[in-house]
């Protein structure tokens, strides 16, 4: 039995594929060279026949981000694999990860294909990903739905076309723990030559279970689990990685001692950056990176803690990296401290970007008196992280007036692909007004779904951060904006959230046509 359980992080992909976290190439590679720093084994970074974003993403992910095995995964067709392997083509280490449904309804009612030609389809696949790579790993869609008999048959199948790591998802998050460590027995027992490859999984959270049966597989056997930072992913997600690993890290009398090669005090580094990156947060009460994780609130709780850690505490908020005290720079801090803190947050960039990042900390440091990890994470995502080089809509300007008798009323020029246009509107409140203003120049609607404003840092000259989830032309997307005016705030924010639901159904569009063609 293998000591070690391998992680491998679909974050940049299943996760990726969830509405309102679509990243821009940038973000991706960014999120990878921390998925890096973490010691995450593998990174799917993507699906490169999916779309051309998604191939430039998987192609720069490859020749970029050094220490993991880069993955992208490919439909059971040559000519995803193709794509695959080119994209894959500057990685130090690369795997193509194919697959194809094995239920009996997926294979009737998405596939359209018998089983017999399932069996064919998978042979033919994973010889042809041997052409470019030793590393494939093979999955059974929907596996937990599958007829055993037939699993094992396929299974057995794409050992022999040469995989080198099988997987098994629960697709829809429909396995019960117990169930399925009897799947994974029931595989390890009837599977010939199984113990050639690695066994993994990839669960599902649809009924809150996909972490509980990672572990349940593990416990099995399974030397590989396939999961997302912050556990995002399609519908309710994937399991979630840092919840994962730190069951096994912190019960590892449960799981014989079993490792991984996870630096945990990079988990929460990694998880704000993911947060800061699509714009949505976890709730407050998550495990592991939940901002209450280790907050004791109750005189009962906080008085164990005080005498003895262990006693409401079973891991130290330092070994996920959780912090306990929040560092400040001012206006007199230098280009070094600057530097220090933005690795310190998982940030990775070049000495030219350092200096312009260093620029806009200085002007910030000039309207606030302390500049907090809030505020810089804030400007480096307004500044550096915009979702495309030519965003679709901009605010070239605008002038609200709002006063205790006077209707707030607002003026607005905007850039919409390069066209200008103006309009002024009156609102219930400054921002209201703003809004309905930008709406009026474009001639849209979107329905605005979620609105909140808070002050990122004590004290009255504090930046204001706005999020805004809205729904454009049946997209959903979340915006976030930040400012030390709390209109401008508001107005970017919307304006960030209209961007990311336009450059988000152009991959939509793009991927449908995949879709449209065959599986996923
Ligand atoms: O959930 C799933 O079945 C998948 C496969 C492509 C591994 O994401
Ligand atoms: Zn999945």
């Given amino acids: 039995m293998r000591e070690r359980v391998y992680i491998f992080d679909t974050t940049l992909r299943d996760g990726e594929q969830a509405p309102g976290f679509s990243m821009t190439t940038e973000e991706k590679v960014q999120m990878a060279t921390q998925l890096a720093k973490l010691g995450v084994d593998v990174i799917e ?60 309804i997926h294979m009737e009612y998405k596939l359209r294909m018998t089983p017999e030609q399932v069996l064919e389809r998978t042979r033919e696949a994973v010889s042809f990903a041997r052409n470019f790579t030793d590393d494939i790993e093979f999955s059974c869609e929907d596996a937990t739905r599958s007829r055993k008999e037939f699993l094992y048959r396929v299974i057995e199948e794409a050992i022999k076309a040469g995989a080198t790591v099988i997987n098994i998802p629960d697709t829809v998050g429909y396995a019960i723990p117990e169930e399925f460590g009897d799947l994974i027995d029931a595989i390890f027992n009837n599977v010939p030559n199984i113990d050639k490859v690695i066994l993994s999984v990839h669960c599902h959270d649809d009924l809150g279970l996909a972490v509980a049966n990672s572990l349940t597989a593990v416990k099995h056997g399974v030397r590989q689990v396939e999961c997302t930072i912050n556990g995002i992913g399609e519908r309710a997600g994937n399991a979630a990685l840092e919840e994962v690993v730190m069951a096994l890290k912190v019960r590892k009398d449960h799981f014989g001692g079993l490792t991984t090669g996870i630096k945990t005090q990079e988990i929460y580094k990694t998880s704000r950056l993911l947060c800061r990156i699509t714009g949505s947060f976890v709730q407050p009460n998550k495990a592991i990176v939940g901002d209450n994780a280790f907050a ?30 929040r560092i400040v720079l001012g206006k007199h801090s230098g280009r070094h401290a600057l530097k220090k803190r933005l690795e310190e947050l998982g940030f990775q960039f070049n ?8 620029e806009r900390f200085k002007d910030l440091a000039d ?3 302390e500049v907090y990890d809030e505020d810089i994470e804030a400007l480096i995502y307004q500044e550096f992280m915009k ?13 609200v007036q709002s006063g205790d008798n006077l209707m707030p009323t607002a003026t607005v020029k905007v850039s919409f692909n390069g066209e200008e246009k103006t309009a002024t509107a009156t609102g219930n409140g400054p921002v209201d007004a703003t809004v309905k203003a930008i709406q009026k120049a474009l001639g849209i609607e979107p329905a605005l779904q979620d609105y909140s404003i808070k002050a990122l840092t004590p004290n009255t000259d504090a930046q204001a951060e706005a999020r805004v989830v809205l729904e454009y032309e049946g997209v959903r997307a979340s915006g976030r904006g930040v400012d030390t005016d709390i209109i401008k705030a508001s107005v970017n924010a919307f304006v960030d959230a209209i961007n990311r639901a336009i450059v988000r159904k152009k991959y939509i569009l793009q991927r449908r046509e995949v879709r449209e063609e065959g599986t996923v």
């Fill in 351 to 358: 000495e030219e970007i350092i200096e312009r990042i260093f």
């Fill in 387 to 399: 979702i495309e080089d030519h965003e679709p809509l901009k605010v070239i300007h605008f002038q």
């Fill in 367 to 369: 309207k606030k008196k």
């Fill in 296 to 325: 004791h609130e109750a005189g009962i709780h906080q008085h164990g803690v005080l005498s003895h850690r262990m006693t409401y505490e079973i891991m130290n908020p330092e070994d996920v990296g959780f912090p306990m005290s």
């Fill in 45 to 104: 970074a993507g699906f490169a026949a999916a779309s051309q974003g998604d191939f430039e993403a998987v192609s720069r992910i490859a020749s970029e981000v050094r220490g993991p095995t880069i993955c992208s995964l490919a439909r059971a067709l040559e000519k995803d694999i193709e794509i695959a392997g080119k994209a894959l083509n500057g990685a130090e280490r690369k795997r193509i990860h194919t697959f194809i449904a094995t239920s009996d």
